[in-house]
């Protein structure tokens, strides 16, 4: 992977290179909604149908779909940042339409997404809104027993990357669990979209059958999930990602450092949303999603500085359990009992 090389100068012009890029564009958004919605709704329908065929050939266009519900997901997810459309209200109706598809409640989980954007990398007792959660060596070292076997669990793949999406989406996104002030009106609209989501769903298992549910649009979720919850992994929990504490944070470093460029094959830049630019997207995310590769190839200091990261490349990011503030990079557990068992 390369790691970028930040010189305080350069840092301080990349938030005026991409602020050109930030005005949506009426014609592109429109096309975006047809390419995501029309796609998704067909596959939707040849599964409903197929599925008295053949489960398997089900299953296996769930995986296509579930790309294209991410495209929906990251029209909401731009929604959220107020970029998607010039129009609040259109952004609003737009992104409230696709959460009741992806199933991410569309204000509560926006709001804590925006939360994210201004604390990216910052290493407070707030890191895990908006965020996976993440210890430092000296974090874990201070843990019990029983909590360092709870950590390593939750860090672990099978959790991390199968388990832990479903349970995200089903589970967790239904339950207002920040109480921080400030959220109270987020909150009301997560019960209220938990409601909504109950009447409609309920609705279309008495119309087309609750296996609609269960053998066409939950394993579609559940595939979703996964693909989410992976790139969002890879984009912030490479090896020289960006770490620091409040005092020593800087937003501008933690945006380039702390974010990758997933450097994958056109077709599925297209299908997940261009949302492996995600440097660009951190640097100002007013930018929309349809804007951003053209922001990153056409500004070639993108492509000498940015975190660059194949797939292949990505799978290494695994074994990225722990921050080791002292090398100033992410760590396997492999690493951590090898380098810090003499102290533990």
């Not at 430092?136 to 029983?146: A, C, I, S, Y």
């Amino acid at each position: 992977m390369q790691q970028a090389a930040l010189p305080p100068n350069l840092l301080q012009q990349l938030p005026v290179i991409v602020k050109a890029y930030q005005l949506p564009d009426p014609k592109k958004a429109t096309v975006q909604i047809l390419n995501s919605f029309l796609p998704f709704l067909g596959i939707w329908i040849a599964m409903y149908f197929l599925k008295e065929v053949s489960i398997g050939l089900t299953l296996l266009l769930a995986v296509v779909n579930a790309f294209f519900l991410v495209r929906i997901f990251i029209i909401q997810h731009d929604c959220g940042h107020q970029s998607f459309t010039a129009n609040r209200k259109a952004n609003d109706t737009i992104g409230l339409i696709c959460s009741l598809v992806s199933f991410m409640p569309y204000r509560y989980w926006a709001k804590s997404h925006n939360f994210h954007h201004g604390h990216n990398g910052i290493l407070w007792e707030h890191r895990d809104i908006g965020d996976i959660n993440l210890l430092t060596v000296n974090e874990f070292k201070q843990l019990g027993f029983w909590r360092r076997l709870h950590y390593m669990l939750f860090r672990s793949a099978p959790v991390l990357f199968v388990l832990g999406p479903v349970w995200y989406i089903l589970v967790h996104s239904r339950i207002p669990t920040i109480r921080m002030k400030g959220w109270e009106h987020a909150r009301k609209a997560l019960l209220r979209h938990n409601l909504l989501l109950l009447g409609i769903y309920a609705a279309l298992a008495l119309w087309l059958g609750y296996e609609a549910l269960l053998l066409v649009h939950l394993p579609i979720l559940v595939m979703f999930g996964i693909i989410a919850v992976w790139f969002f992994y890879v984009q912030h929990q490479h090896e020289t990602t960006y770490k620091a504490w409040k005092d020593k944070w800087e937003y501008i470093r933690a945006a380039i450092q702390g974010s990758t460029y997933y450097k994958l094959p056109r077709l599925f830049h297209w299908l997940t949303g261009n949302i492996g630019y995600h440097h660009i997207h951190h640097l100002n995310p007013l930018v929309p999603n349809y804007e951003l590769a053209r922001c990153h190839h056409e500004n070639p200091v993108f492509e000498q500085i940015a975190n660059k990261i194949t797939f292949w490349q990505s799978l290494k990011c695994i074994f990225n359990k722990l921050w080791d503030e002292e090398q100033q990079r992410m760590i396997s557990f492999r690493e951590y009992f090898r380098r810090y068992r003499s102290v533990n």
